[in-house]
């Protein structure tokens, strides 16, 4: 085919236009990031076809805002920034193949929220956690059991949950100092959301080595996944899917394991505790939401935000606004408590009287 009998860019239906953008974004691209963009590239596709737009060439800045209105009546606007986000990327990638008008780009409107309006609360409250990782450790049934290790596991690290799901046996190491590799294994099913910029060490406590090492000798299926490797965290099946581990932590994290149910309901006849509706329990906690508070904890604790950041594999902006979510007081208690570790000493140097004192007159 010549040069002049290949097809202009700016005919290109939305549709194949959105699979080449993708196709460009996946060699530096998680799955879940290329499956989230597919979704909301997914939408718009939709919205162009359904108005008559079969061609990208035909977008202008009236068709983007047209879109911007119609999202912004039916989602809340922390999912419209998202969708918003997908789509200015998308139409830079549109000026650069040259198939838009340049700069077409500037006209879709990503909102400029609040940090409040961008971020969910909910999380697992340092007293409930501790609450409940007492009971485990102090519990003959349940010490060592799966939902036991999971906990202490995603506590302690404050890891992502495809971080959890992503360890083997071969990655924990029980002995005096004991700690954890996260390794990032994209060949065999396993990646970290940083990819290799995700691989870290993490040191654990003793306590929870402990329990590891239980859940290893007494609790743990003895299996293999499809690429023979050992997950540390196992179902009968191998290593279990995302959806697997969401399920162990809404049932790890309950409050009736430990105490009278906040909701008025009995453990023993409450279909909350049943696998498939574990999620319904108002108190039960996702992988995202232990994340959140053992970050805020580690903050509470005096940690720098720059040691909680290298631990958890995030960066420190983003930990101050998605995982921060200390009460005010907590907050100005911690930001009083971080200023005089680190300036009570120089404050000191400013006094006066030894100089004064030292002075040859």
Same mark, same amino acid.
């Given at each position: ?59 202008? @800045? ?48 990503? /909102? ?34 799966? $939902? ?16 959890l799901r992503a ?26 959301? &940083? ?32 690429? @023979? ?6 179902? $009968?099946?191998?290593? /279990? ?27 023993p006849t409450c279909?909350? %505790?049943?696998? &498939? ?34 631990? %958890?594999?995030? $960066?420190?902006?983003?930990?101050e606004q998605h ?27 400013? &006094? ?10």
């Amino acid at each position: 085919m010549s040069r002049r009998d290949r097809p202009d860019p700016s005919e290109l239906p939305a549709r194949e236009a959105a699979e080449r953008y993708l196709r460009r974004r996946r060699p530096d691209s998680t799955d879940k990031s290329i499956k989230g963009w597919r979704y909301r590239l997914k939408l718009f596709v939709e919205w162009c076809e359904s108005v008559g737009i079969t061609e990208v060439g035909q977008l202008r @800045g009236y068709d983007i805002d047209e879109y911007y209105e119609l999202r912004s009546s039916e989602i809340a606007p922390a999912t419209l920034e998202g969708e918003m986000h997908t789509l200015r990327k998308f139409v830079e990638f549109l000026e650069n193949i040259e198939a838009v008008d340049e700069d077409l780009h500037e006209k879709v409107r990503v /909102p400029n929220l609040d940090p409040e309006d961008r971020t969910n609360d909910t999380k697992l409250a340092t007293d409930d956690a501790l609450a409940l990782l007492e009971y485990y450790r102090n519990s003959e049934k349940d010490y060592g059991t799966r $939902a036991h290790a999971y906990l202490e596991l995603a506590w302690t690290t404050g890891a992502r949950q495809g971080g959890l799901r992503a360890l083997d046996i071969r990655d924990v190491y029980l002995d005096d100092d004991p700690w954890i590799h996260f390794l990032h294994r994209p060949e065999s099913g396993t990646p970290l959301k &940083n990819k290799r910029a995700g691989q870290r060490p993490v040191v654990i406590p003793r306590e929870t080595a402990e329990v590891l090492q239980t859940y290893i000798d007494d609790y743990r299926y003895d299996v293999h996944d499809e690429s @023979g490797r050992q997950p540390l965290l196992a179902s $009968a099946a191998g290593r /279990p899917t995302t959806n697997t581990i969401r399920v162990w932590s809404y049932m790890a994290t309950q409050p009736c394991l430990h105490t009278v149910c906040p909701h008025g309901k009995e453990r023993p006849t409450c279909g909350w %505790v049943e696998r &498939n509706h574990a999620s319904k329990c108002p108190s039960s906690r996702s992988p995202h939401q232990i994340r959140t508070g053992a970050i805020t904890h580690m903050l509470n604790l005096g940690w720098p935000p720059e040691d909680v950041a290298e631990r %958890v594999n995030a $960066a420190v902006k983003t930990i101050e606004q998605h995982y921060d979510h200390a009460d005010p007081r907590e907050r100005q208690r911690r930001l009083r408590d971080r200023m005089e570790k680190r300036r009570r000493p120089l404050v000191e140097d400013l &006094n006066p009287t030894d100089e004064i004192e030292e002075r040859d007159y």
